[in-house]
């Protein structure tokens, strides 16, 4: 199992730019969720999914914007790029939504907007 | 609401000392997991240790160990025996089984192991 991948690794943009991370996992978890760690902040959650087609909001939403076609995949829009977006992107996934469950994490994606 | 605090944002211990990360949690929902994660510089986030709500016992895995302390809100993480590839950042975060899929992260706390 490769577990959870996303690409790229690293981005750069200009504001206003858009661009989709992608995330995608192979354990075949319902549940699914992208989070930003900026410094001394810990991590945030921007979006989760709890099934295919199934979305919510979470912390941190505004300018992001998630998809849930597949169980596999969950990609993560940035529609307008803002310098307020500089941030390490992580995607997780999980068995249950049960707290018992830990989250498994992708590799993460440094995004950097100039 | 969900409130995880980490207020030591650096640390240095000994090697092959012990060493203890503190985390106070905040919650109305009377079942809830909490997680350690370790960040190492690498940057991925690897899972260390679970504690649920109920569990009569603290969590132990390997050198990790968690001091759950109910009636005080805390979760503080145990390294025993430190070794050098500790040095990382160290995440407390809380889900609520009544708060759908979220999980909240303290800010983190930077552990530096010296030889």
């Known amino acids: 199992n490769a577990g959870v991948t996303q690409t790229p690794k690293f981005q750069v943009l200009k504001t206003g730019q858009s661009m989709t991370l992608q995330c995608a996992q192979d354990?075949?978890?319902?549940?699914m969720s992208w989070y930003r760690q900026d410094p001394g902040m810990g991590l945030r959650l921007i979006h989760y999914s709890v099934g295919a087609g199934i979305t919510d909001q979470g912390e941190v939403p505004n300018g992001y914007n998630v998809s849930r076609s597949t169980t596999e995949d969950f990609p993560l829009r940035l529609l307008s790029a803002a310098p307020s977006q500089t941030s390490v992107y992580f995607c997780?996934?999980?068995?249950?939504?049960?707290?018992?469950?830990?989250?498994?994490f992708g590799p993460g994606t440094r995004l950097t907007v100039t | 609401a969900q409130k995880i605090t980490q207020t030591q944002p650096g640390m240095f211990v000994q090697e092959k000392e012990a060493v203890t990360l503190d985390c106070t949690y905040d919650?109305?929902?009377?079942?809830?997991?909490l997680f350690w994660y370790k960040q190492p510089s690498s940057g991925e986030m690897i899972f260390l240790i679970y504690q649920g709500s109920y569990d009569q016992q603290n969590a132990t895995e390997g050198r990790y160990s968690l001091n759950f302390q109910k009636a005080r809100k805390s979760a503080n993480l145990v390294i025993s025996a430190s070794q050098l590839g500790d040095s990382a950042m160290y995440f407390c975060?809380?889900?609520?089984?009544?708060?759908?899929?979220?999980?909240?992260f303290g800010a983190g706390t930077r552990l530096f192991v010296k030889a």
């Open positions: 997780a996934s999980s068995y249950s939504d049960q707290s018992a469950y830990e989250q498994y």
């Open positions: 975060a809380m889900r609520e089984n009544g708060g759908g899929f979220k999980t909240i």
């Open positions: 919650t109305s929902d009377p079942s809830y997991g």
């Open positions: 354990m075949n978890h319902e549940y």
